[in-house]
C-alpha cells in the first residue's frame, strides 16, 4: 500500500515467502544461476519476510525490514562429485527509519559443509554509510580440492591444500583510520597447509607450503610463510601493522615490515604481463619494509649469488639501502630507488659500488657496460668503480641512455686487451706490433656520464715499457673522441718504427733531429671514427730524456742560426715536460678528489643509518611504555636523549670525515702545485 504526497511516498508494505525450497533461494544467487541453475540438484527449505512503513522523500527515510533463513540446504552440480550441504543460515536487515546509516546487517548464524569440513561464520555490520562498525568472526576448514569437487571454478587449473580459521575482529572503520588500535577487538588465526594454486589469475603456479598469521588488535604476525611462485621460493615472517585497514579500505596500502629469505629467485618471472613490456613493475598498494638476503638470484643468462640488504617498497617504488650481492667474480652493491609510478617508463637514482668483477662478463652481461665501455668486449681482467648513476628505463628494462647521467670513478687489475681495433690500428700505423695485443697495467680515472657520452679524464697507464696516456670521451653511438699520447722507449722501435718517426719529423719540419741519441719518443694520437672503425692522426711530440742534453750540446757547438733552433728546441722539451707534469698533477688531484668524495659519501650513509637506528631505538621506548600518560612521559624523555646522542655522534662523525677528505684533498693539490713548479711550470 502506497501514498503519493508532495514531500514523498508514504509505505506501508509487508511480504512473506512462506517456507519454501532452497532452489529458490539459489536461484537469487548470480554467480549460480550463470553456471545452469536449472541442472543443479537441491534440498532444504527457504523463508523470506520482510516490511516497509513510513516516508520515503527529501529529508526523510521509511523503516524496514528484511529477514531470510535457510535451514538444510544443500545444493550439488550435476557433473561434480560432491555436494554443499548441512547450509543454514539467519539473515536480518533492520533499519527504524530516519536515514540509510540506521540500517544494521546481522548474518547469524553461517554454517555449511564443503566434503567433511564445516564452515561457521557470523558477521554484522552497524552504521554502513558514516562508520562502518563491523564485528565479524569465522571458524572452520576448507579442504580446496573439496571445494573443486563441489564448486564450478572455470578459470581455476589446479587447486589443493587446507586453510583452517578461527578469528574474530571487532572495529570501526574511524578507529582504524586514526591508529585507535586500543578499540579495536581481534584474536585468532588463520593457517594454510600444502596449498597448490593454478589459473588464470597467476601467470605462474603458486605452492604454499605453510603459513600462519596471528591476528592482534594492533596487527597481524605473519609467523611463518613457507611458498613458491613459479621458480621462486620465499620463506618470510613479520608483522602486517593495519590489515584491518587494508580489507576494510582498499585504497590504503599494507603496511608492514617482514624478513625474507629465498634460495633461489628468478627475477624474468615478475615481469610485466603485458608481452610487449618487460618492466618488473612495483606493486602499488604495498608499504613495507624488507629485511631480505637470497641464496640464488638469475636475471636472464646473469647469475647472482648471495644477495642481501634492506629494501623498502611504497608508492610504487623499490628502495635499496646497503644491498650487495656476489657476481662475475665479485660483488656489487646499490644505494638508490627503482621507480614504476610510470610503468612503461620507469626511473632510477642508484649509488653502485663494484668490486673487481669480471670485465669480460660484465660486458656481455650488462647492456650499458657494453654501450658505454665498448672496449670491454675485447678485455680480460677485474674492475672496480664507485659511481652515482640516475635516468629512465625503457619498456624492455634496457636504459634512455641519451638521458643518462652519472659521476665515479675506476681502478682496474691489469688488463690484457685483445683484437681491440683501435689499437690494432695504432700498432699497424706506428709500426709497434707489441699495441696490437698489449697488457695494460692496472688503470685508475674518473668519469662522467651525460648527454649520451662518457667522458675519461686525463689517466696514464704503462704499456709493458711503454708509457700512454688517454683523454676523451665515447658515445652511445659508439663514435669515439679521444686524445693518446704515447711515450716509446727508443730500445724498443725497429727499423720501421724509427722511419716511421723520421718521416713524421721531416714532415714536421724537424730535420735536425738526431734519433738515435733521444732515450725516448713521444707521439700524440687524434682518435676519431667509431669503436669499430677508429680513424687516426699521429703527430710527432718531442724526443725525451736525453735529447734535451743533446740540445744543449748542440747549441754550445753551432754557431749562428744553429743556437737558435737549438734553444728553440729546449723550450719546446721544457713545454713538453711541463705539460707532462700538470697531465701527472691533475691525475693526482682527480684521484683525491674521487677518494674524498668516497669518504664524505660513506660518512653521510652511516650517520643516517646511526640517525634511523636511534629513531627505532626510540620509537620502540615509547610504544612498550603503553597508554600509561607518566610512563609515555618518562618513555619520551629517554627517546629524545637517544635521539640526541646519536645525531650528535652522527654529526660529529660526518664533520670529521669531511676535514679528512678536505686534507687529503689539500695535500693532493700542494704535491701537484710542487710536481708544476719542478717542471718549470
Avoid: C
Avoid at 668490486?355 to 657496460?369: E, H, K, N
Avoid at 722501435?493 to 721531416?506: H, Y
Wanted: no cysteine; aromatic share 4%; proline share 4%.
Amino acid at each position: 500500500d502506497a501514498t503519493k504526497q508532495d514531500d514523498g511516498a508514504t509505505l506501508d508494505v509487508t511480504f512473506e515467502a512462506p517456507r519454501t525450497d532452497f532452489t529458490q533461494a539459489l536461484s537469487l544467487v548470480p554467480a549460480i544461476w550463470a553456471t545452469n541453475f536449472a541442472s543443479l540438484k537441491t534440498s532444504g527449505t527457504f523463508t523470506l519476510a520482510g516490511a516497509v512503513h513510513g516516508t520515503y522523500g527529501e529529508g526523510s527515510f521509511p523503516a524496514f525490514t528484511l529477514e531470510a533463513v535457510v535451514a538444510g540446504g544443500m545444493f550439488q552440480y550435476p557433473d561434480l562429485p560432491l555436494p554443499a550441504r548441512d547450509i543454514s543460515l539467519d539473515l536480518s536487515i533492520k533499519n527504524p527509519g530516519g536515514g540509510l546509516d540506521s540500517t544494521v546487517v546481522r548474518l547469524d548464524p553461517f554454517h555449511a559443509v564443503i566434503g567433511d569440513q564445516p564452515l561457521d561464520a557470523a558477521v554484522t555490520l552497524r552504521t554502513p554509510v558514516s562508520d562502518p562498525d563491523v564485528d565479524a568472526r569465522v571458524k572452520g576448514t576448507i579442504d580446496l580440492a573439496a571445494v573443486t569437487r563441489t564448486i564450478k571454478l572455470d578459470s581455476v587449473q589446479e587447486l589443493n591444500g587446507v586453510v583452517t580459521a578461527d578469528a574474530s575482529a571487532r572495529a570501526r572503520l574511524s578507529d582504524i583510520d586514526a591508529g585507535r588500535y586500543e578499540r579495536v577487538q581481534a584474536q585468532g588465526s588463520v593457517a594454510a597447509r600444502d596449498v597448490t594454486f593454478q589459473g588464470a589469475q597467476l601467470p605462474y603456479p603458486l605452492a604454499v607450503h605453510e603459513m600462519t598469521l596471528a591476528l592482534t588488535s594492533r596487527r597481524a604476525d605473519l609467523k611463518s610463510l613457507d611458498a613458491q611462485i613459479g621458480g621462486s621460493d620465499v620463506q618470510a615472517s613479520g608483522t602486517i601493522d593495519n590489515i584491518l585497514a587494508f580489507v576494510l579500505r582498499d585504497e590504503e596500502p599494507l603496511r608492514g615490515s617482514v624478513t625474507v629469505h629465498s634460495r633461489h629467485f628468478v627475477l624474468d618471472e615478475w615481469k610485466s604481463n603485458d608481452p610487449m613490456v618487460e618492466v618488473i613493475p612495483v606493486p602499488a598498494m604495498l608499504d613495507v619494509s624488507l629485511d631480505g638476503t637470497v641464496d640464488s638470484l638469475t636475471y636472464g643468462k646473469l647469475a647472482m649469488s648471495d644477495a642481501r640488504g634492506h629494501v623498502t617498497v611504497k608508492d610504487q617504488r623499490l628502495t635499496l639501502d646497503g644491498f650487495t650481492l656476489k657476481t662475475l667474480g665479485g660483488r656489487m652493491g646499490f644505494n638508490g630507488y627503482y621507480d614504476t609510478t610510470e610503468p612503461t617508463r620507469p626511473t632510477f637514482d642508484m649509488g653502485l659500488t663494484v668490486d673487481s668483477l669480471d670485465v669480460a662478463g660484465a660486458s656481455a652481461a650488462f647492456l650499458t657496460v657494453r654501450t658505454l665501455a665498448p672496449v670491454a668486449r675485447f678485455a680480460q681482467g677485474t674492475f672496480s668503480t664507485k659511481i652515482d648513476l640516475r635516468g629512465a628505463l625503457n619498456g624492455d628494462m634496457t636504459p634512455v641512455f641519451t638521458a643518462l647521467q652519472g659521476k665515479g670513478s675506476l681502478l682496474t687489475s691489469r688488463i690484457a686487451l685483445e683484437g681491440f681495433p683501435l689499437l690494432t690500428k695504432l700498432a699497424e700505423v706506428v709500426k709497434l706490433p707489441r699495441l696490437s695485443s698489449p697488457t695494460l697495467d692496472a688503470i685508475r680515472s674518473s668519469l662522467t656520464i651525460d648527454g649520451g657520452r662518457m667522458h675519461v679524464r686525463p689517466f696514464g697507464v704503462d704499456v709493458g715499457n711503454l708509457r700512454m696516456s688517454v683523454e676523451g670521451s665515447n658515445g652511445v653511438d659508439q663514435s669515439l673522441d679521444y686524445t693518446l699520447g704515447l711515450t716509446v722507449p727508443r730500445s724498443v722501435m725497429g727499423d720501421a718504427a724509427n722511419q716511421f718517426v723520421q718521416g713524421l719529423a721531416e714532415k714536421a719540419g724537424q730535420v735536425g733531429l738526431n734519433l738515435p741519441s733521444a732515450d725516448s719518443i713521444r707521439l700524440g694520437v687524434k682518435v676519431g671514427g667509431t669503436i669499430t672503425s677508429p680513424t687516426l692522426e699521429v703527430g710527432l711530440g718531442q724526443a725525451a730524456a736525453s735529447v734535451g742534453q743533446q740540445l744543449k750540446q748542440a747549441a754550445t757547438d753551432a754557431v749562428g742560426q744553429k743556437v737558435d733552433e737549438a734553444k728553440a728546441r729546449v723550450d719546446s722539451a721544457t713545454a713538453e715536460a711541463r705539460r707532462r707534469a700538470q697531465e701527472r698533477a691533475d691525475s693526482l688531484v682527480a684521484d683525491a678528489e674521487a677518494k674524498a668524495d668516497t669518504i664524505r659519501a660513506e660518512a653521510k650513509r652511516l650517520a643516517e643509518a646511526s640517525k634511523a637506528e636511534a629513531q627505532q631505538r626510540a620509537d620502540s621506548a615509547v610504544v612498550k611504555a603503553g597508554s600509561d600518560p607518566i610512563a609515555r612521559a618518562a618513555a619520551r624523555a629517554v627517546a629524545d636523549r637517544i635521539l640526541k646522542a646519536a645525531n650528535d655522534r652522527a654529526d660529529a662523525a660526518v664533520t670529521a670525515a669531511t676535514e679528512r677528505a678536505d686534507a687529503l684533498v689539500a695535500e693532493a693539490r700542494k704535491r701537484a702545485a710542487e710536481l708544476v713548479a719542478g717542471a718549470g711550470g
